[in-house]
């Protein structure tokens, strides 16, 4: 796996912080997220899969891919791609009373097989640190996800988000996620979960003491 690239940048009084990293062999994605104020505007993700199936994935040429992909990004950006008046969201596609499911279909094509996903954070008390479950859910279903990979950031406004936990769910589709105390300007969680073509994210609030005890937690495990 590659050291990624973090960089803000200021469009017309409007700071962006553009996050480029790869996955790794065992998950072959270059990934670009475009944050401002805390929040994720979109993102970027390219597979390699075909590039490590033929022996051709080296360091420098997927270094050199991610690099193309985050200048890329940073070109997009300049250009007002994401100002917030200017972004087009999955409803201007059908409208307002369209299903997720149907914009999201609408946007990747017909025919596309796409999960939504439902994530469900359950905390746990903890005097330092971000201590919990993270549990996924099919939203159309309610089935749990196995194998979804779920990640993890802490977000606030005078700071560029921090990477603090990645993992898998397990076969009940949850996770445990345990970090140390993020930096004190950190006001959200932000978690984010994929399988497959589906995906789903969450932002929570964060608080140093979570309400939920660790035995209600850890139990039905």
Do not use: C
Not at 103 to 123: I, S, Y
Request: charged fraction near 25%.
């Amino acid at each position: 796996m590659l050291a990624g690239f973090n960089e803000d940048i200021r469009v017309e009084g409007q700071t962006y912080h553009i996050q480029s990293e790869d996955r790794g062999d065992e998950n072959p994605i270059l990934e670009t997220l475009i944050y401002t104020g805390g929040q994720i505007l979109d993102q970027v993700k390219t597979s390699y899969a075909e590039l490590v199936e033929s022996g051709e994935a080296t360091t420098e040429k997927v270094a050199e891919l991610l690099a193309e992909q985050h200048k890329d990004v940073l070109r997009r950006v300049r250009h007002g791609e994401f100002a917030p008046e200017g972004r087009r969201t999955l409803s201007d596609f059908l409208g307002e009373d369209q299903p997720m499911q149907q914009l999201v279909a609408a946007v990747l094509g017909d025919g596309a097989d796409v999960a939504m996903l439902e994530l469900d954070w359950q905390p746990a008390t903890a005097k330092h640190g971000v201590i919990g479950r993270l549990r996924v859910r099919d939203a159309s279903s309610g089935d749990p996800v196995p194998g979804a990979l779920v990640t993890v950031h802490a977000v606030g406004q005078r700071i560029s988000p921090i990477k603090l936990a990645e993992g898998t769910t397990d076969e009940f589709g949850e996770v445990l996620v345990a970090s140390p105390t993020p930096a004190a300007e950190v006001s959200a969680l932000l978690f984010r979960a994929e399988s497959g073509p589906g995906g789903g994210r969450a932002r929570v609030p964060y608080t140093a003491a979570p309400p939920v005890p660790v035995e209600a937690a850890s139990t039905g495990t």
